[in-house]
């Protein structure tokens, strides 16, 4: 292309490009604006379109466009605090679990849980696994300590291995 715009031809000539086709009048559509729009509306009985805030969640800090109805019935619900979706649905379950609680006990668990996460998992999700990891394990040795403790031997009170019987018979019967 040259440095007008305009094509060369194989054998050097300029050639001017086509002009752009002309729209015919037809094609051409009137726009209607949001305003007749919402005149349409009120005559067709739909009613009009309610203001929509961005409200944020107490707990993990998400953010969720709602009515201001929606927002005043879930703050209803939970004591004054608007949490979202998600975390309401946490603070059920952790109300299930654990009923003595209540709604206050459970609401204030999950927000401690989100406020760890939010201080340390999100800037350092590798060390928040971990601490997860322990935490973990720390449940399972204790939940099996109370299930059944194992036997302790009477050297340096460290947990002898139990068997209830030998596979060696068993192997040497098949063998012979």
């Known amino acids: 292309m040259a440095a007008n715009g305009r094509r060369k031809s194989v054998s050097g000539s300029v050639v001017k ?3 752009p086709p002309k ?3 037809a094609s051409l559509h009137r726009t209607l604006s949001d305003i007749s729009l919402d005149f349409h509306r009120e005559e067709k009985g739909l009613g009009t379109i309610t203001e929509v805030e961005k409200a944020k969640c107490e707990c993990c800090g998400m953010r969720e466009e709602c009515t201001m109805e929606y927002i005043e019935k879930v703050r209803e619900k939970f004591l004054g605090k608007w949490i979202c979706g998600l975390c309401s649905e946490a603070v059920k379950e952790e109300r299930e679990k654990k009923e003595e609680n209540g709604l206050e006990g459970a609401l204030k ?3 401690s849980a989100c406020l760890r996460f939010n201080k340390l998992g999100r800037k350092y ?3 928040f696994q971990a601490e ?3 935490d973990m394990l ?3 040795t204790r939940r099996s300590q109370s299930i059944s403790p194992k036997p302790m031997s009477t050297m340096n009170n460290k ?5 209830t019987s030998s596979c060696m018979p068993a192997i040497t019967r098949d063998l012979n």
């Open 109 to 111: 668990e999950h927000m």
């Open 159 to 163: 947990p002898a291995i139990s068997r």
């Open 125 to 127: 999700p590798a060390l």
């Open 132 to 134: 997860a990891m322990r």
């Open 23 to 25: 729209l015919a009048q």
């Open 17 to 19: 490009p086509p002009p």
């Open 138 to 140: 720390r449940k399972s």
